[in-house]
């Protein structure tokens, strides 16, 4: 009985692993294209404003379908909306355009890689805003972040100053986004689709008049949106492009769901890696031999990074223990 319980226990076991594994590979390939898809896009149709509005109309709709079938679809109250997406939907609208506008200017590898050094500036923000101490074995871990992303930067067959700045800034952004929303959502209790449905309806209000103010001639004249890229109307690859960013959004969510946030965050360098390899692939992107380790190292850099601090919560964890003396 006892090894028939056993037997039991692996099987359930393998099939969560499949589980796991099948969901990652799907939510690696929605990043991927959707990546891929954007620089296609942003090649032909320079306008990161529409690149961004229209994901987040996809995203605001398809959340809120998803969540009518659930039979879970509700409406947040004014005052939560003004007090946590407001907020959480500027920064989700400036760190969305912000990439786009990088993607224009440089090969997605490159946007990909400035994105990695996010615990970088997790760190830096975390002590100087909220005066964070972190260990010396986290500290350490973040040189081959530096080092990575300094020789990709120095390397970069196409670099554009424009590009790198929205980078930054893009990442920047990210980490105070997500630095607020943990703050933020410890008392709130929301559904992650809700969530990702909130805060697009508070971006879409706040980029609806200024998308208008900037893109009124393509109300009036719609022919950019017909032309040709890599074979497919601008505006297929558009609809094409939200539905991959909206399905990587809800993937990722339900990976969370699944695993460790540590796990998650080995899962989430790995994709990164992914993301970059399937994009010099597809794009042929010129990459020297610098370029390629300097990548390495920052992803690597990353991975020992999420390793560092698994280390000092299990640290923090032991002191905090009692201490049994035995008589």
């Known amino acids: 009985e006892m090894g028939a319980g056993r037997e039991q226990r692996w099987r359930l076991y393998s099939w969560q692993s499949l589980h796991v594994l099948i969901i990652t590979i799907f939510w690696y390939m929605a990043s991927s294209l959707a990546n891929n898809l954007s620089k296609s896009i942003l090649g032909t149709f320079h306008s990161p404003s529409t690149l961004t509005y229209v994901q987040f109309v996809f995203k605001a709709t398809l959340s809120g379908l998803l969540l009518l079938y659930r039979g879970t679809f509700h409406l947040p109250s004014l005052h939560n909306f003004i007090r946590a997406v407001g907020p959480l939907g500027i920064g989700n609208m400036m760190s969305h355009w912000l990439t786009h506008v990088s993607t224009s200017f440089l090969a997605v590898s490159f946007t990909q890689t400035i994105k990695a050094a996010a615990p970088l500036f997790a760190v830096f923000l975390s002590m100087q805003i909220m005066g964070e101490k972190y260990s010396l074995r986290v500290l350490l871990s973040l040189l081959p972040v530096v080092l990575g992303v300094t020789m990709c930067t120095l390397t970069e067959v196409h670099f554009n100053l424009l590009g790198f700045i929205a ?161």
Request: contains cysteine.
């Open 167 to 327: 980078a930054v800034s893009a990442t920047m952004v990210f980490v105070i986004q997500n630095m607020y929303s943990k703050k933020l959502f410890r008392d709130l209790e929301c559904d992650n689709v809700q969530l990702v449905m909130y805060v697009s309806m508070g971006a879409l209000i706040v980029m609806s008049p200024l998308w208008l103010l900037e893109n009124y001639p393509l109300l009036m004249d719609p022919a950019p949106l017909f032309e040709l890229a890599n074979g497919s109307a601008v505006w297929q690859l558009l609809v094409y492009n939200a539905i991959c960013h909206w399905l990587q959004t809800i993937l990722a969510f339900k990976v969370l769901s699944l695993v460790s946030p540590v796990t998650y965050s080995v899962a989430n360098s790995c994709k990164r890696i992914f993301v970059i390899i399937s994009s010099v692939v597809y794009f042929q992107n010129p990459i020297t031999l610098v370029n390629a380790i300097g990548i390495c190292l920052a992803s690597g850099g990353v991975l020992l990074y999420n390793q560092a601090r698994v280390a000092d919560r299990r640290a923090q964890l032991s002191s905090e223990l009692p201490v049994v003396i035995k008589a």
